[in-house]
């Protein structure tokens, strides 16, 4: 699979002298879309070859994860049961359009309090899950593995070697250690986290086979999901003026990164990069609700 380099052109690139290409795995897939579809690949190959009928997974209540696994179990004919934190949503699930999209592909879910959704890892709480659903193939939160990471190995092409920068943004690392991975040792590697602090290094170096790579951790916005009126309108700017949608959580936070340093005069002039637009975009309808909620301006779609 082989998607697109798009090139954007912005009057700051011009003056700066910087080229910025974005690779649109967004195009993929409306729901298993962009580095989703990546890592679910060789995971569902996995799951095949052993018999596997049931995916089980973790993620939050806006998870592109868990869409992505929902709507790859209906195609593919897995049953699906998604881990959710936050025991609240037990009774609210249908008001969050991520939740009502996994449903409507079948997803049954179990909830949990943050408590216990934090021990979610142990042997115990999986021997848990075991006793009450039975066998399942077990995929990760954030869906990142040996096998995810292998598939994120194939954004990156023998053509993109002619890049300097290749960027990302950044939850769990594993899209990050797949470019590592299949990138020349020339080109360098930077990954836009959309969580403050840089504690997921340990994690990348875990899957990454160079050092070609930077993880900067300054345009999370507050953190984790969270979402300023700058943010919003940045976005809805490049929307405009691209034509190109970007989701708040991830690509949003990456493509204003990457344009803050070209404003800075971090790049220097004749650099050539290429982003990746890992998709997830089906959360922009659920960050669209609690803007609403908040009286904020909203992204458009
Ligand atoms: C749209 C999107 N981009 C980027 C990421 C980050 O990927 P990773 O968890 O592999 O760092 C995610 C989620 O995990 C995502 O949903």
Redo the contacts with the bound molecule.
């Keep these: 699979m082989r998607t697109r380099n798009q090139e954007i052109r912005l009057p700051l690139l011009k003056t700066h002298g910087v080229s910025l290409f974005l690779k649109r795995e967004d195009e993929i897939h409306p729901l298993i879309s962009?580095?989703?579809y990546r890592?679910l690949k060789y995971n569902i190959l996995e799951a095949k070859s052993l018999n596997h009928t049931t995916l089980l997974t973790f993620g939050g209540a806006y998870?592109?994860?868990i869409a992505a696994t929902a709507c790859v179990g209906k195609e593919e004919g897995f049953k699906t049961i998604g881990v959710i934190r936050g025991e609240e949503l037990r009774t609210q699930w249908e008001e969050n359009p991520t939740l009502k999209l996994a449903a409507e592909h079948g997803m049954h879910f179990h909830f949990l309090d943050r408590d216990s959704y934090r021990i979610k890892d142990t042997a115990d709480f999986l021997k848990d899950l075991h006793e009450r659903f039975g066998t399942f193939y077990l995929l990760p939160e954030?869906?990142?593995n040996a096998l995810?990471v292998k598939g994120?190995e194939e954004i990156l092409t023998d053509a993109d070697a002619h890049f300097d920068i290749i960027a990302?943004?950044?939850?769990?690392?594993?899209?990050?250690a797949g470019l590592i991975n299949s990138s020349t040792p020339q080109q360098q590697i930077l990954?836009f986290s959309?969580l403050k602090g840089d504690f997921l290094k340990k994690d990348i170096r875990k899957f990454a086979n160079k050092s070609n790579w930077e993880l900067l951790a300054e345009d999370h916005f507050g953190g984790y999901a969270k979402v300023t009126p700058e943010l919003v309108e940045f976005i809805n700017e490049f929307k405009n003026s691209t034509g190109i949608p970007l989701?708040p959580?991830?690509?949003g936070k990456m493509v204003y990164g990457i344009l803050n340093m070209v404003k800075k005069g971090r790049i220097p002039a004749n650099t050539i990069i290429l982003a990746i637009h890992?998709?997830?975009l089906q959360?922009i309808f659920g960050m669209n609700r609690v803007l609403r909620n908040k009286n904020l301006p909203l992204i458009e779609v």
């Design positions: 962009g580095n989703k890592k998870s592109n994860h954030g869906g990142t995810a994120c990302t943004a950044v939850g769990t690392g594993g899209t990050l990954g959309a989701d959580i991830y690509t890992t998709g997830g959360g």
